[in-house]
Every structure is written in C-alpha cells, then in structure tokens.
C-alpha cells in the first residue's frame, strides 16, 4: 500500500490508531537497551513477497535462551546448512549426467553412471561458509555405477586431503563406491573434510 500523502510526517499513526505506516525513506529505529516486542503467542512478524530481511555480519540472535550468530542465521535461512538428498544420473536415454552443477539445497549428491556414461563431469560453484555436501559416486547399487565423474570448480576453490589448493578431483567407480564431504571453510573455499575409495586430488 502506497503511503497515504496526506500525512505530513513519513512515519505515523494511520488513522483509528489500527496501524503504524512506515513511509519510503522512513525507520522504525530500535536504540541501544530499546527493543521490539511481539508481546503475544499469536503475534507475527510477517514479511509481504519481495520483501528483504537483512541479516548483517556480527548481530547475534537470541533462541531459546541461546545465540546464534548473524552469519550462521543467514546460511541457515539460504539454506546451505540445511538440504536434502538428491541423486544424479543419466536419464533414461542419455549419456551424460542430467545435472552437471551442484544444486542449491542439498546436503547429500548421489551420483549414478553406467558403462554408458561418456560426460562424468560436475562443478562445485559459489558457497557460503559453513556449508558441508557429501558427494557419494555409485548410487543405489556398485553393480551399475562405473567409470569415472571429474569434479571441477567455478566461482570457487578446493583445499585438498593434503592441504593445498586443487583445481579439482576425480572420483572413481568401478567395483564399489567412493564418496568426499566437503565443507566451505570460508565463502568460496571448500575443503576435502574426509574421503573414501579411489578418488584423485
């Protein structure tokens, strides 16, 4: 809702006192030993779509009697903390892996390949601190996984088993699986926590 012109100040009481209305430009501006309070169970703090919540390095937030870092807050809400699994595989007619990038929102990659597969190729891209993935190359059975699937970097760095950079690792599958967790020691710089199998780096 557009701001109600009539009004001469840009923060102000609507009329029937039912609502605060924040104009452009305008602050609702909690100082030091002030705060904000949502007094009841049933209260909420909505946010309308394309709306920004802006969580900056340093706040710390107070839950359930404990804190939480502002950092670690905003990867939790992008979700790289979190995820599911997903798994990889060529399709039913095809040859090459169906998703050659890491996705978004993902803690476990499967990644499955047959005899078939001629493109074993996937990029680690962009990543915030604190993110951990585990790749596993094999999928549901060491009898139809094979080959080998080269894992590179776009928009970021690995730190390898020995501690150096790497531009890059190869995960071998031939008569059981191999599988890497990874974790992003810092934006854009992951790093080989621990490893399994025959995988190159």
Known sequence: MAQDETYRTIVYAEQGGARHIIGSGGQIVAES??????????????????ATLSVYSGTVFGLAGGNLAGDDVRRILVSELAGDTVIIGQG???????ILNLPKNV???????TSTMVAGSFWL???????????LFGGGSASTASGTVTVSTS????????????????MNMSASH???LLR???DNIWAVISQYGDIDD
């Open 33 to 50: 030993g002030g705060s904000i309070v949502i007094a009841s169970a049933a209260g909420t703090l909505r946010m309308e779509s394309g």
């Open 125 to 135: 891209t962009s990543v915030s601190q604190g993110r951990e993935v585990f790749l």
């Open 155 to 170: 928009g970021c760095s690995v730190i390898g088993s020995v501690g150096t950079a790497i531009s890059g690792f190869k």
């Open 92 to 98: 039913a007619i095809s040859t090459i892996l169906s």
């Open 178 to 180: 191999c599988g890497i």
């Open 184 to 186: 992003a020691i810092e």
């Open 107 to 113: 803690r476990t990659v499967i990644l499955s390949g």
